[in-house]
């Protein structure tokens, strides 16, 4: 998944999902926690592998696991295209009005504005970028 896509959320916590998105994500999604300040927004899919990646682990570290399906919401669009996302995922993420979408390879992320500003100033330097690229051999 790629892109940037602002966004805010409605007096309800509904949010607007790009159709870009949409149409990678599917029509039923899940939205959990994520190692940032964010929320991860996977694909029936690919939330199915990662489901199914966490059952071949051993259960003491499935355990380690528990957060993310704990806080995991079973998403459905609505008819505009909407996701409502649940007060205890909005709380952990400081999702309060203006809403970040970022396409992540495997899945997207829901930042709030002002959070993804700071981390992309950051991130996306040239600097940055050129020490990422070559950390990772590319």
Known sequence: MT??????????GRLFIPAKLREELGDVFYVT?????CLSV???????AFSDKVSAMPYVKQ???????????KCELDAQGRILL???LREKAGLQKNVTVVGANNHAELWSSE???????EESTPENIAAVMEELDF
Do not use: C, E
């Open 115 to 121: 959070a993804w500003d700071t981390v992309y100033a």
């Open 33 to 37: 926690l994520s190692m940032d300040p």
């Open 63 to 73: 355990r380690k696991m528990r957060p993310l399906f704990a806080f995991a919401a």
């Open 3 to 12: 892109g940037i896509y602002q966004h805010t959320l409605d007096a309800k």
């Open 42 to 48: 996977y694909s029936g899919g690919a939330w199915q």
């Open 86 to 88: 649940p007060q205890n």
